[in-house]
């Protein structure tokens, strides 16, 4: 009696999200272990078998550091964003297409779902440019000088044909974050900025990015503080008042985009907890940090 009981409380979610994509974004942080991703993609197969339609993109950042590593090179960040010189991004192509994409999509597969794995640059899916160099001012000597990103791009346009081929005939496709640009050379991009802007351009229901807290924190060294809701204008001031920091900015922000691009909802929730997915999707209270117009 209570497994149906169960049933019967989520059919009010199952209606609701009929035939409705979701937008997952798994963070590279969250994928701590061959078993989290494994849940992960058993509860993305779930979604899926009860009629929703669960679009995946997927980070990377720790494992594609580890590798350059063991390669022998240092990985460099600027505000969150990797400088990716060509041997970083062969290693970056590798990790990200031919590890943890691969991953992921045999591990759906296992747990019964259609998944196709893809980049950004399967039919053009993802148009980027290069990222025009950063102006800083060097805080010691206040000149000017320019911090140059390397092959980091940021979107130009999406092309969403695959993307509808693939969930109107019930496969599930996961996506590298990676860009193409003019020349048909590869682009690095920020995974939670392919979430955003393609949730946003497919109509999704929800965006949900998975990472390895617990969502917005008030106070990043206290895993109490969260923060439940976040209305789109307080984002500003959570950055410039250094609350949100790093890999958060661009999950706040792609969050608020997607929002604003006519995504019904959007939240930040801890990819490391069991089921957190089915809890944001089937419970009323959610789980997490839901950002609100
Ligand atoms: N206010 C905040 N609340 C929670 N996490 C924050 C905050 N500011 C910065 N962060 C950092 O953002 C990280 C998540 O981003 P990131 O490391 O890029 O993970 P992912 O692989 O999921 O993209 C957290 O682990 C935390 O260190
Ligand atoms: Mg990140």
């Known amino acids: 009696m209570k497994e ?33 991703t494994s849940s992960t993609a058993r509860d993305t197969a779930l979604l899926n078998y009860v009629g ?9 950042g720790p494992d594609i550091s580890r590798h350059m590593e063991l390669l022998g090179k240092k990985p460099k960040f600027f505000k969150g964003l990797r400088i990716t010189d060509e041997e970083t991004m062969e290693i970056v192509k590798m990790v990200l297409i031919g590890n943890i994409n691969t ?14 794995g893809i980049s950004g640059k399967d039919s053009n899916l993802v148009q980027a440019y290069k990222k025009p160099p950063h102006k800083v001012t060097d805080d010691e000597t206040g000149e000017e000088k320019e911090v140059d990103l390397g092959l980091v791009g940021e979107i130009k346009s999406i092309n969403t044909e695959l993307i509808e081929m693939l969930t109107s005939n019930n496969y599930i ?24 802007e393609l949730g946003a351009k497919i109509n ?57 691009g006519g995504v019904k909802s959007a939240h930040i929730i801890d990819g490391r907890v069991e089921h957190s997915l089915l809890i944001e999707i089937f419970t009323n209270q959610g789980i997490g940090t839901m950002i609100v117009k």
Request: with cysteine; charged share 25%.
């Open 103 to 116: 991953n992921i999509v045999s591990k759906l597969g296992l747990h019964g779902a259609k998944a196709v």
């Open 4 to 36: 149906v009981k169960i049933l019967v409380e989520a059919l009010p979610y199952i209606e609701q999200f009929h035939k409705k994509k979701i937008m997952i974004k798994y963070g590279g942080h969250a994928m701590i272990d061959e078993e989290s």
């Open 204 to 260: 999704a229901e929800k965006l949900i990015i998975l990472t390895d807290v617990s969502g917005v924190l008030k106070d990043p060294n206290d895993p109490d503080s969260l923060i439940k809701r976040i209305k789109i204008s307080e984002i500003p001031s959570l950055i410039d008042d250094g609350i949100i920091t790093g890999g958060m900015i661009p999950k706040i922000e792609n969050c608020a985009k997607a929002i604003e």
């Open 173 to 196: 496709p996961v996506i590298s974050p990676l860009g193409i640009d003019s020349n048909g050379d590869t682009l690095n991009l920020n995974a939670d900025t392919v979430a955003g």
């Open 52 to 60: 929703m339609e669960p679009v995946v993109v997927h980070g990377g």
